[in-house]
């Protein structure tokens, strides 16, 4: 049973910084295509950043040079590191398996101005 985990949301400061990890069970992240969402008030889920198996990262255009995915081996659990921060970037950020339909349950990020 695969089970991904998310955790690191809070409520941060315009310009401050996260770090969200996504603990994976059940599937080996790094020898599959990962990805972070995330939903905003009143939109759909949008793709924030995904990691292939080779490691290659591909970010969406709203947040090239201030977010960074990575995944640890080791600890079976892939990053998302924010900084930068705007209030823009508040919503609930998922990880997710891409295209297999593995989600995970959200963490909330909220940016104050």
């Known amino acids: 049973q695969v089970q991904l985990v998310e955790s690191g949301g809070g409520l941060v400061q315009a310009g401050g910084s996260l770090r969200l990890s996504c603990a994976a069970s059940?599937?080996?992240?790094?020898?599959?295509?990962m990805g972070w969402y995330r939903q905003t008030p009143g939109k759909q889920r949008d793709v924030v950043a995904t990691i292939s198996s080779f490691g290659t990262p591909i970010y969406a255009d709203f947040v090239k040079g201030r977010f960074t995915i990575s995944r640890d081996k080791t600890k079976n659990t892939m990053y998302l590191q924010m900084n930068g921060l705007e209030p823009e970037d508040t919503g609930v950020y998922y990880c997710?398996?891409?295209?297999?339909?593995?989600w995970g349950q959200g963490t909330q990020v909220t940016v104050s101005a």
């Open positions: 997710t398996e891409i295209g297999m339909g593995h």
């Open positions: 059940g599937i080996n992240l790094t020898a599959t295509f």
